[in-house]
């Protein structure tokens, strides 16, 4: 299995939309925990808005990785990596 940190996902910007996405998610996950036992209109409005700046984050980082041509050099690179690696483990070795 491949060390995922390693391996860079897309440009700077792409890295950084990404890291947006994951910070909109762990405080929409974080709140969404602490005020699980409560109810009313504010604690629906405010895991709505936060789940909102998550998808939000999220379109912005698709929309990215599909449009920029960095990374999908970087995408195409990675699969001829996976490719090539597969092969190598799945073929037996005969001496």
């Keep these: 299995m491949r060390n995922q940190s390693s391996v860079q996902a897309g440009c700077a910007e792409y890295e950084g939309l990404l890291n947006e996405s994951q910070v909109a998610l ?3 996950a974080t709140e ?3 005020i ?3 109810r009313g209109r ?3 409005h405010e895991l709505r808005l936060l789940q909102g700046n998550f998808l939000k984050a999220w379109a912005l980082l698709q929309d990215h990785k599909r449009d920029c041509e960095m990374c999908q050099l970087i ?4 699969h001829r990596y996976t490719e090539t690696h597969e092969d190598q483990v ?3 070795i005969y001496h």
């Design 26 to 28: 762990t405080s929409w």
């Design 32 to 34: 969404r925990a602490e």
């Design 36 to 38: 699980s036992d409560r």
């Design 42 to 44: 504010g604690i629906y």
């Design 75 to 78: 995408l195409t690179m990675e």
């Design 90 to 92: 799945q073929r037996p």
